[in-house]
């Protein structure tokens, strides 16, 4: 017997729920439903969801909540064997002590857990019982399109590769983006490219320049939740954060200080070499496996030609689930990251049930879990595609949704890669709005890579994260640009990101209706959009057109 995921929730939010799937039924809205969108965040931000953590009841009751949805609209299941289910296997993991020796002749540092390194994968892959050469190779990055090898002439077999965090300065846009950061500086990639050479793992030094890596306080909250993987994944191995007030000790004796490899990490010139000490890793850690799973619905098109290709929509919906109290508060219920994205999705996929007579392509919805944990249920979707990635015209990322005020201005993430430009350009004048790029302020970090739709880039899908502006109608840029910097440092990734916030749903109605046009727009064209000439994702699109896959 099947244990309904819903049965353990409050009997007002399964009132709430019931309600809102009788007045779906009955309703027959055109358009997007105020009164809906917030019955959805409700839910999916209520405590009784627990954070909607992926692999735990709170995902599991999240997911049958979406599933429920779509099936009372009589949207198509579009997951696996008849469902609208993907399954994605996860192994979970959280430290509960660590014992790391770092060995120079005749001495060992060994530094704490939490204050001196930080774990970045977690599980019994990263146990190193003997000692192990270390090496640094600098930035651990190659980048064949600038001439930059920072593994040329150093063998890192076998041994753990010590890296800086971020990538070589550069104020040339065409080099390493300039003032900012290219995909090479994600510690992702880095893991990858130190993994691809046979090493047993990686030690990134965060330093002053960086700006992902520099807030400690940040990430020793963040990497306190379990680690979650994907079960068939490759073993990451050891991959960890070191404090850069550590940086003396773990270069002591190396042909560079760590004074000088800083002075050469803000002027350039780094270079790589191995180093005098070796290093063991030993750990206890509690251990689970689970099954999360993607939540997929199939909108079919009405016209003959195209309706075998799709347009796909995708929102996260998971969070951080349960974690260190603050205020006496632990449940991070992701209001804002991302119910509330979850929600408009959810009314999007309504109302374009009501109007799939009018869509030539078909629409594909999918409700990605693991997006907190490293894109993990897009990056198994891009790995397993529920319908053909050469099909699939664009995808559309709902990653948040304008909830501050009404705004003037949208910032197309990802859309200047290709000719989704120009057609989200003409949706946004016919709002009255004006196309924005991302600010100065906020150069540091790598929007492109930071989200669901990244997976797809990468496959070669032209992709775009659509976010409102900082042009707003009743504030100031500037007073609008601060307002998002104290949310970001103070509520995002916090418990306070709950049902205590104000929305302002006239902002989110704004929201939805723009993105709605949007999906309208790609579902109607007669062609689809291309990579931009020279852009480096255009050979994915090409081989998976060539593969039919």
């Known amino acids: 017997m099947r244990v309904c995921s819903l049965c353990w929730l409050p009997a007002f939010v399964v009132a709430s729920f019931a309600a809102t799937v009788v007045g779906r039924a009955q309703s027959g809205h055109v358009l997007p439903d105020t009164t809906m969108i917030r019955r959805h965040v409700e839910i999916l931000a209520h405590d009784s969801l627990e954070g909607r953590s992926t692999g735990t009841r709170g995902g599991a009751a999240a997911a049958t909540y979406l599933e429920q949805q779509l099936r009372s609209w009589g949207i198509q299941p579009a997951g696996s064997d008849g469902s609208y289910r993907q399954s994605v296997p996860v192994h979970a993991a959280v430290p509960r002590r660590a014992d790391l020796s770092l060995l120079h002749a005749g001495d060992t540092v060994r530094p704490a857990l939490w204050d001196d390194i930080l774990l970045l994968s977690s599980g019994d892959q990263t146990l190193i019982a003997a000692p192990v050469p270390l090496v640094f190779a600098g930035y651990g990055i190659v980048a064949p399109e600038h001439d930059y090898n920072d ?43 130190a993994l691809a050479r046979g090493a047993r793992g990686t030690i990134v030094v965060t ?25 068939y994944g490759v073993p990451d191995q050891l991959h960890l954060l070191w404090h850069p007030r550590m940086g003396p000790a773990l270069f002591r004796g190396a042909p560079m200080n760590f004074g000088e490899i800083l002075r050469r990490d803000s002027l ?46 995708g929102a996260h919906y998971d969070h951080l689930g349960i974690g260190a109290p603050v205020d006496g508060d632990s449940i991070y219920n992701g209001l804002f990251d991302n119910a509330i994205g979850t929600a408009v999705l959810l009314e999007i996929s309504r109302l374009l ?64 890669l290709s000719e989704l430009a120009g057609i ?21 970090r790598d929007p ?23 042009q707003y109608e009743s504030t100031s840029t500037e007073e609008g640009l601060q307002r998002f910097i104290e949310w970001g440092l103070r509520t995002y990734h916090q418990p306070q990101d709950d049902l205590r916030q104000r929305a302002d749903f006239g902002a989110v109605m704004q929201h939805a209706g723009v993105i ?4 309208r727009e790609l579902a109607n064209t007669d062609a689809p959009p291309e990579w931009l000439p020279g852009t480096p994702y255009a050979t994915a699109r090409l081989r998976s057109q060539a593969e039919g896959r």
């Open 268 to 313: 350039g010139g780094i270079r790589s070499f191995r180093m005098p000490a070796t290093m063991t890793f030993r750990a206890a850690f509690q251990q689970r496996d689970a099954v999360a799973a993607n939540i997929a619905g199939l909108i079919p098109g009405s016209d003959p030609a195209l309706r075998s290709t799709s347009v796909l929509v």
């Open 207 to 231: 330093t002053p320049r960086d700006p992902i890596t520099r807030d400690w306080e940040h990430w020793r909250q963040e990497l306190a939740f379990e680690d979650v993987r994907l079960s």
């Open 151 to 193: 593994y040329l002439g150093v063998d890192v077999q076998g041994s753990v590769v010590v890296l800086l965090a971020g990538e070589p300065p550069s104020s040339d846009p065409d080099y390493f983006a300039g003032d900012q950061l290219s995909v090479h500086s994600t510690l992702h990639r880095k893991m990858q490219e």
């Open 516 to 519: 709605a046009d949007l999906i």
């Open 424 to 444: 989200v350009g003409s949706i946004a004048s016919r709002h009255g709005l004006t196309i924005e790029t991302v600010p100065e302020v906020f150069l540091g």
């Open 353 to 416: 049930s009501q109007e799939a007579s009018s869509l030539r392509r078909s629409v594909l919805v999918v409700f990605f879990t693991g997006e907190e944990k490293g894109l993990l249920g897009s990056r198994v979707y891009a790995s397993n595609p529920l319908r053909p990635l050469s099909s699939t015209v664009a995808m559309v990322n709902i990653d948040g949704i304008a909830a501050f005020e009404r705004f003037r201005s949208v910032i197309p993430v990802g859309a200047d």
């Open 448 to 470: 492109l890579s930071s989200s669901d739709h990244w997976p797809f880039i990468e496959a070669g899908i032209p992709s775009v994260l659509l976010m409102e502006g900082f």
